[in-house]
């Protein structure tokens, strides 16, 4: 060691490692500033293994902007661009006011102007890559539509159009894949379309799409897709269906007996925990769920009533974080469900159910009135953030105050005067939802599809007009 020398500054580098890992992430790109040494060391590949590992993910966020999901297989530099990033996503969308954003946007298809679009979903990115897939409402487009989303500068372009042998009237994807993603289409019946579901497999590294299964017989409604099962509401059988596409295996959850009633449309299922549950017109039902599929009992082990039936619903993982209900703390499992009355009623309601790993003992609590909506509002699609972040919702649609005396705009009436912004809802402790603006989407657009993507801090949504826009957090 030469004469003077810091003797601490000859620790190796694994010591270092240990003493960063006690450092906020700030205080370690601090110390790179004091000393040559130290320089070193906060460039090294296995101190942003364990940054990215300690700070992010064990935290349950996402790493964006990542050219290969293995961590060790990525430079040190990718790996510290990559964590700033999730640290700014979170930054950008908890600020007060909002943070700048990037918005592209791109009409899906000249041909169909004017054709909403009904389906939008952003895949996962793998090795650089990312796509958004859509599809066009109105029964004429029998397409899909593969874009490709472009980092720096933001943008979007189109790849390729998937022809479907009819139109595509619910697009599911299973993105719990890797290096692939399995999407399944529901096309609407008709005379010349018999009622099947075609199983699509998507490699973004090869760019290559192939139809791998038709599964044949199958429900109107496809609501969602995991791992190798289909999720189906069967309205005329008032049961929910699952389907095995790889095994061809078939079986179903019925609604009790006591709740059946004509026309009761399914408004949300998701897989949360052990259980699957669903809102079907003013109840709120919960099944055992099984990884195989399989179903021991058809009947739910709960089914809770609601104030009254609803026109929209979302039904989300619940974070004990958010602090909102007091009730069954010994209760693993929890969901929050939020639900919008009707189109004239400004009020949106908020429960949190609440089971065990036995789906026997159960909590079901309405937390309080929530979101207050404005009179004009379109269906408000909501999404979870995965990190817990927040609740990433639809879009907000405001109209401009008329004139006194005359009536407010009818739903339906004058829609391109509304504005629509994408927002982020974010529970705390004390109150339920806070809202933060993410981004105008400039002119006069209906929201009628969206899609967020938690790790990349990426909204894509579709429009009445036919065009998607992608807002960057």
């Excluded at 290969?68 to 930054?91: G, Q, R, T």
């Excluded at 918005?103 to 793998?126: F, G, K, M, T």
């Excluded at 339906?412 to 927002?423: S, T, W």
């Excluded at 603006?437 to 006069?444: F, T």
Aim: charged share 20%; aromatic share 8%; with cysteine.
């Amino acid at each position: 060691m030469p004469q003077g020398a810091n003797p601490v500054l000859s620790l190796p580098v694994e010591l270092w490692i240990q003493i960063f890992g006690y450092l906020r992430i700030v205080e370690v790109l601090r110390v790179r500033q004091t000393c040559k040494r130290l320089q070193e060391v906060t460039h090294s590949h296995p101190l942003w293994v364990d940054i990215a590992k300690t700070h992010i993910t064990d935290q349950g966020l996402g790493l964006p902007r990542l050219p290969h999901p293995d961590l060790k297989s990525v430079d040190s530099a990718c790996l510290e661009a990559s964590v700033k990033k999730a640290l700014a996503i979170c930054k950008n969308i908890t600020s007060k006011p909002p943070g700048e954003r990037s918005v592209v946007s791109r009409l899906v298809d000249s041909a169909y102007r004017n054709q909403p679009v009904v389906n939008v979903h952003i895949l996962p990115r793998e090795h650089g890559r990312q796509y958004v897939i859509c599809s066009l409402g109105g029964g004429f487009a029998n397409n899909i539509y593969f874009w490709k989303l472009d980092d720096e500068p933001l943008a979007i372009s189109p790849r390729f159009t998937w022809q479907t042998p009819g139109y595509p009237s619910s697009i599911v994807v299973d993105k719990s894949q890797e290096r692939e993603a399995t999407i399944a289409y529901r096309p609407k019946d008709s005379e010349s379309t018999p009622p099947t579901t075609y199983i699509l497999h998507f490699r973004p590294n090869g760019q290559s799409l192939a139809e791998i299964k038709k599964v044949p017989d199958t429900p109107p409604l496809l609501k969602k897709m995991k791992g190798p099962l289909l999720f189906f509401y069967n309205e005329a059988a008032e049961r929910c269906e699952i389907v095995n596409w790889k095994i061809d295996n078939r079986s179903h959850y019925r609604l009790p007996p006591t709740t059946r009633a004509p026309n009761m449309s399914c408004l949300a299922l998701e897989i949360i925990g052990n259980a699957v549950i669903a809102v079907v017109a003013d109840h709120i039902f919960a099944w055992e769920w099984k990884e195989d599929g399989h179903v021991d009992s058809p009947f739910p082990f709960y089914a809770g009533r609601i104030e009254s039936r609803t026109n929209a619903a979302n039904i989300i993982p619940y974070n004990p974080k958010w602090k909102l209900s007091t009730r069954g703390t010994s209760l693993q499992h929890a969901a929050s469900i939020v639900l919008r009355k009707s189109v004239t009623n400004n009020h949106s309601f908020h429960y949190i159910f609440r089971w065990d790993d036995t789906c026997t003992n159960t909590t079901f609590e309405n937390v309080q009135a929530c979101v207050t909506i404005r009179r004009n509002m379109q269906h408000v699609p909501m999404f979870f953030a995965p990190s817990g972040r927040g609740v990433v919702t639809g879009v907000y649609v405001t109209a401009p105050r008329p004139p006194e005396g005359t009536p407010d705009p009818v739903l339906g009436v004058d829609i391109l005067k509304r504005y629509p912004k994408v927002d982020v809802f974010f529970p705390k402790a004390g109150t339920l939802l806070e809202t933060h603006p993410i981004s105008n989407l400039n002119g006069a657009e209906k929201v009628t599809s969206m899609d967020y993507d938690d790790v990349e801090g990426r909204v894509a949504v579709g429009t009445q007009s036919g065009k998607i826009f992608i807002v960057d957090l």
